[in-house]
C-alpha cells in the first residue's frame, strides 16, 4: 500500500514540519512514507508476498547506495542520501526489523527486544536526527532513549491487535514472572496478570521517556520540536493506557483533540521556555 507523501501534512504531526526548512520537511516525509510503506508490506493481509516485498525493498536500497533506484520514492531517497549522509543501515535494519515480524519472532529477554527495538524505532530516530542535522553520541543516545520509550508504548498499546497477528512482543521472562505464557497472550487469557506485566513494562517506558526529555534540552530547541511532539503524543497515550488498569480488549489510543494538547504542549515547551 503507497503511502501519501504529503500525509505528515494531515497528521499531528503536521505542526512541527512547519518550523522546518523545506529541503528538511522533504526528506522526512520520504523517509517515513518508506517507513509506513515497509510496515504496510509487514501487517496489511492483503499484501501477496510480503517477504518478496521486504526483498525487493532492500535491493531497491542497495540501487540506492549505487547511484541508480528504479522507483520514484527510491529516486527521491537517493537526493536525501547524499544531503544528509543517511548510512545505509538506517533502511535495512527497518526491513530486516518488519522480517522478524513475518517470522513471529519471539524475545527471551529484555534486552532481544531491545534488539529488535533497535532495527524498527532507535534507525528511525537516527535517520530523523540526521535529517534535522543533529549528530554525535548524545544524539545517538537520544534516539534509544526516545525510540525505546516510544516502541514499548506500541506493544504494550498493541497487545490486542498484534495477537490476532499471531505476534507477542513482550519478553519471555516478564511473562513468566507473572505466570503467563505466549499462548495466553494469544488466546487473551490472564487478563489480572497481563495487566501487571504491562505495568512493569509501562515503567521501563516511561524512565525512557523522562530521560529522553531531559537529554532533548542540551539540542537546539526547534530542531527538538517533531522529537519533542512525537515524544508528547506517545507518553500521552501511555498514561491514557494506564487509566485502564492495563485491563483493555482493543488497543487504546488517542482522539484527534488528545494528540493536539501533546503537540500544542510540545510547542509550549519549544517556545516558550
Request: charged fraction near 30%; glycine fraction near 8%; aromatic fraction near 10%.
Amino acid at each position: 500500500m503507497a503511502a501519501d507523501k504529503n500525509s505528515y501534512k494531515k497528521s499531528s504531526f503536521g505542526p512541527a514540519f512547519l518550523f522546518l526548512e523545506k529541503h528538511r520537511r522533504e526528506a522526512l516525509a520520504d523517509y517515513y512514507e518508506f517507513c509506513r510503506r515497509m510496515d504496510d508490506i509487514a501487517d496489511e493481509p492483503d499484501v501477496q508476498n510480503p517477504a518478496g516485498e521486504l526483498d525487493f525493498w532492500a535491493d531497491e536500497i542497495a540501487r540506492v547506495y549505487d547511484g541508480r533506484p528504479e522507483t520514484d520514492l527510491g529516486k527521491r531517497l537517493l537526493l536525501h542520501v547524499r544531503e544528509f549522509g543517511i548510512t545505509q543501515d538506517r533502511f535495512l535494519m527497518l526491513i530486516d526489523g518488519m522480517r522478524a515480524d513475518l517470522r513471529g519472532q519471539t524475545y527471551t529477554t529484555f534486552e532481544e527486544l531491545d534488539g529488535y527495538i533497535y532495527r524498527v524505532a532507535v534507525v528511525v530516530g537516527l535517520a530523523t536526527l540526521d535529517i534535522l542535522g543533529v549528530k554525535g553520541p548524545e544524539a545517538d543516545v537520544l534516539s534509544k532513549e526516545l525510540g525505546g520509550a516510544v516502541q514499548l508504548t506500541n506493544i504494550i498499546r498493541d497487545v490486542p491487535d498484534d495477537a490476532a497477528l499471531g505476534r507477542v512482543y513482550l519478553p519471555e521472562e516478564l511473562l513468566a514472572r507473572h505466570g503467563l505464557t505466549r499462548q495466553d497472550i494469544l488466546a487473551g487469557r490472564s487478563v489480572e496478570r497481563l495487566s501487571l506485566a504491562l505495568s512493569e513494562t509501562a515503567g521501563r517506558a516511561q524512565k525512557l521517556y523522562a530521560r529522553a526529555f531531559e537529554r532533548m534540552k542540551a539540542f537546539p530547541r526547534l530542531k527538538m520540536l517533531p522529537c519533542r511532539m512525537m515524544g508528547y503524543v506517545y507518553f500521552s497515550n501511555l498514561a491514557k493506557i494506564r487509566k485502564t488498569g492495563f485491563r483493555f480488549m482493543r488497543p487504546v489510543k488517542l482522539t484527534k483533540a488528545e494528540k493536539l494538547q501533546g503537540v500544542l504542549h510540545a510547542l509550549f515547551q519549544t517556545v516558550f521556555r
